[in-house]
């Protein structure tokens, strides 16, 4: 089975930038769908983007043009690069991965992201 391990979050001002990582461990990186969801408080956790092992990402509307989603599986890594940030993208931030043979999901312990002045 696979471990993953979130990292960059922290507290950013409006308009400003920042980027997260998730390290996998454990398992063969391009058998997993990799994607980052999110959990605001008091709200559900809903799915940010997610990037199969060579194809295309998806975005959720909110964050399209302002988010890329990217992975490297050469370093067992994957990243989101979030630009123009919004307090309304403060939320805990969650990698997963899942099997793309078991379909089974694996999460991460979660990093925050806050967004205010």
């Known amino acids: 089975q696979v471990q993953v391990v979130e990292s960059g979050g922290g507290l950013v001002q409006p308009g400003g930038s920042l980027r997260l990582s998730c390290a996998a461990s454990g398992s063969i990186f391009s058998l997993y769908v990799m994607g980052w969801y999110r959990q605001a408080p008091g709200k559900q956790r809903e799915l940010v983007a997610n990037i199969p092992s060579g194809g295309s990402p998806n975005y959720v509307d909110s964050v399209k043009g302002r988010f890329t989603i990217s992975r490297d599986n050469a370093k067992n890594v994957m990243y989101l690069q979030m630009n123009s940030l919004k307090p309304e993208d403060t939320a805990v931030y969650y990698c997963?991965?899942?099997?793309?043979?078991?379909?089974?999901?694996?999460w991460g312990q979660g990093t925050q992201v806050t967004v205010s002045s």
């Open positions: 997963k991965a899942r099997s793309v043979i078991t379909q089974y999901a694996y």
